[in-house]
């Protein structure tokens, strides 16, 4: 009798907490921890990048990411939200300023879903858009300067993910109206990332060629760190994307495991095959993509359809990382091969392999059919007819944005070459991504003691550094070092120094650079 007096309390008081609203709190609750999972996914970009990139550029791209959030978060409010998802839009194409600084968005249902309100809706798709700059920002790797990259980034989000976004999930955007399968963003958020990064990095033109020449990365342990955070925030990039705590969150976590695992399988066998080596870098990059592809995809298709898209997507993004050669584009970071090419894969399998079993997990969308194993013939030319619109879309204008911003004074898009030699953390950040003892000696004035810079070492230091009087009263002479891109110093008799070395053009002159 007493249990039962509580139980009936306990519900009065949940009931009056929640008055009259529609929303369950379990769904809600789901999707405000799959934000912060998904928002953790900017860190995870920083560090993935940081460690591919080199040491002296490797803080610049941490930069550059977690500043483009802010960017994006100012944008989102101000009118991103408005222009992908006002629900009184009818163009097709953008929507209109109806929720101009998020007017009006409050406990609605959500344009996406009426499992939650719009306010919610509304946060957790602009982490969807922070995180589609940060990988596209990643294209001006070791030669882009970061605060033209800031206003890129606005406009990008203004010009090419919004409308990208209303058309694939707005009401009334074409791709929704024409039967567009993407589920997470293959177009928004991987095309528009992957080509745009493409786009990007075309018009900012290639790295000298001494920077291309012995390249890997400097730190693949964050590299690997990267991923893994990637990885827990995609859960809740795919998960969420039910937009509830139901069965169908539960099968895009399921396959977005199954792919990711594949994908790395996969690509790291395929270097392996190659170069007899077990590269973690590969077995990353193969994971990633197997993300992308399920990012539009996890919520449509079953898991052994999963095993599939893995597998083919590590091979084919394996080799896609071939055609910037071919396209004679300095894509540093692989963005059109593991996100345009990831994303591509994910939404040609939603054409073949998409089943209403799935879709109709949620509660909601019990009227949608899949692809060729629901007999729907069709949707293979309507998730064609998307890539190719969303794909030629986003290159030109995201090209074009790139270039009419470099026209601007100010804001050239590059640094000068002397500046890329230097790295960009030096010249564009003035810190460092890693703390390390490091020594500095004029080589343009007969003595290495005078003007010394507040980070210049004496003489000794540099003894001291090196471990060798020799090497210091042949006062380090180029023609007695061969200095490696690698960063190790190697004598002309072969024998290897516990240093790294290298020459630098600086505001000063020419200096070497001792690391111990």
């Known amino acids: 009798m007493v249990l039962t007096s509580i139980i009936n309390a306990s519900n009065a008081i949940l009931w009056k907490r929640q008055g009259d609203t529609p929303f369950n709190g379990g769904d809600v609750s789901f999707i405000i921890v799959a934000s912060a999972m998904v928002f953790f996914m900017i860190p995870g970009l920083s560090f993935l990048y940081s460690g591919l990139s080199r040491r002296k550029s490797a803080l610049s791209l941490i930069w550059v990411v977690s500043a483009s959030n802010a960017v994006c978060i100012f944008q989102w409010y101000f009118w991103g939200y408005s222009l992908a ?143 893994f955070i990637l990885w827990f925030g995609w859960l809740g990039f795919n998960g969420g994307s039910a937009f509830g705590a139901n069965l169908r969150a539960v099968m895009a976590m399921w396959n977005s495991m199954i792919a990711a695992t594949f994908g790395g399988i996969v690509w790291c066998l395929i270097d392996y095959r190659l170069e007899r080596k077990y590269s973690m870098v590969g077995f990353c990059s193969g994971t990633i993509a197997g993300l992308v592809a399920a990012t539009p995809a996890a919520g449509f298709v079953k898991p052994w359809a999963a095993v599939i898209m893995g597998i083919f997507t590590g091979a084919i993004c394996n080799y896609a990382t071939k055609l910037k050669f071919l396209l004679a584009i300095d894509d540093s970071l692989d963005l059109f091969a593991e996100h345009a090419i990831g994303g591509i894969l994910g939404l040609m399998t939603n054409a073949f392999f998409a089943t209403e079993t799935v879709i109709g997990l949620d509660g909601v969308n019990m009227n949608v059919i899949g692809g060729w194993v629901d007999h729907n013939w069709k949707q293979l030319y ?50 460092y991504a890693n703390d390390y003892i490091e020594v500095w000696r004029d080589v343009m004035e007969p003595n290495p003691t005078t003007n010394l810079d507040p980070r210049e070492s004496t003489l000794d230091t540099i003894t001291c550094a090196v471990g060798r009087s020799q090497a210091v009263s042949q006062e380090l002479s180029a023609c007695n070092f061969q200095v490696h891109d690698n960063l190790h110093v190697r004598e002309s008799d072969g024998d290897e120094k516990p240093v790294e070395l290298e020459v630098l053009q600086g505001r000063r002159g020419a200096r070497i650079s001792v690391i111990a």
Not at 87 to 92: E, I, R, V
Not at 175 to 186: E, P
Not at 402 to 431: F, M
Request: charged share 10%; aromatic share 12%; with cysteine.
């Open 85 to 227: 998802f006002s629900p009184t839009a009818n163009n097709g194409f953008i929507g209109n300023l109806a929720n101009f600084g998020l007017i009006n968005v409050l406990n609605e249902p959500s344009p996406g879903s009426p499992l939650i309100p719009a306010l919610l809706y509304a946060l957790y798709q602009m982490e969807f858009a922070c995180v589609t700059v940060g990988i596209l920002v990643g294209g001006i790797a070791e030669r882009g300067r970061v605060l033209p990259a800031m206003v890129i980034t606005f406009f990008w989000l203004t010009l090419v993910y919004c409308p990208i976004a209303c058309w694939a999930w707005n009401i009334n955007g074409w791709g929704f109206k024409f039967g567009v399968l993407d589920f997470a963003g293959g177009g928004p958020v991987e095309i528009g990332s992957g080509v745009g990064g493409l786009a990007y990095a075309w018009v900012l033109g290639r790295r000298q060629d001494k920077e291309l020449q012995n390249f890997r990365p400097h730190n693949v342990s964050m590299v690997n760190l990267g991923t």
């Open 382 to 431: 309507i998730q064609f007819a998307y890539i190719i619109a969303t794909c030629l879309y986003t290159f030109v204008v995201t090209a074009l944005i790139v270039h009419y911003v470099d026209t601007i004074p100010g804001l050239s898009i590059r640094v000068p070459a002397g500046s890329e030699s230097l790295g960009l953390d030096e010249v564009e950040i003035g810190e």
